[in-house]
Nanobody, 118 residues
Framework: QVQLVESGGGLVQPGGSLRLSCVSSGGIFSINAMGWYRQAPGKQRELVASISSGGRTNYADSVKGRFTISRDNAKNTVYLQMNSLKPGDTAVYYC????????????WGQGTQVTVSS
């Protein structure tokens, strides 16, 4: 059973930066694809960024050039560095782990709130 714990959210002014962390326990972290999703009030959860077990990254168009996803397999941790934050980035951010094993459901963290406001 994989457990994911996010941290690093908070209140930041427009143009500021935050770094989210997600520590994984259980399972084999290095084989899982990892991702960050976000959900704003009244909106559907959306993919922000993902990173494969091999390090290939993918970003939503809205965050390209501003956000960077990375992983440290030795620490079982995935990060999301968020720069040039905008009010539209305000949401609850969730960490996701996807196993390569067919039939295994995704794992989710509890979420961390990011609020961008002056």
């Amino acid at each position: 059973q994989v457990q994911l714990v996010e941290s690093g959210g908070g209140l930041v002014q427009p143009g500021g930066s935050l770094r989210l962390s997600c520590v994984s326990s259980g399972g084999i972290f290095s084989i899982n694809a990892m991702g960050w999703y976000r959900q704003a009030p009244g909106k559907q959860r959306e993919l922000v960024a993902s990173i494969s077990s091999g390090g290939r990254t993918n970003y939503a168009d809205s965050v390209k050039g501003r956000f960077t996803i990375s992983r440290d397999n030795a620490k079982n941790t995935v990060y999301l560095q968020m720069n040039s934050l905008k009010p539209g980035d305000t949401a609850v951010y969730y960490c996701n782990a996807r196993s390569p094993v067919i039939g295994v459901a995704d794992y989710w963290g509890q979420g961390t709130q990011v609020t961008v406001s002056s």
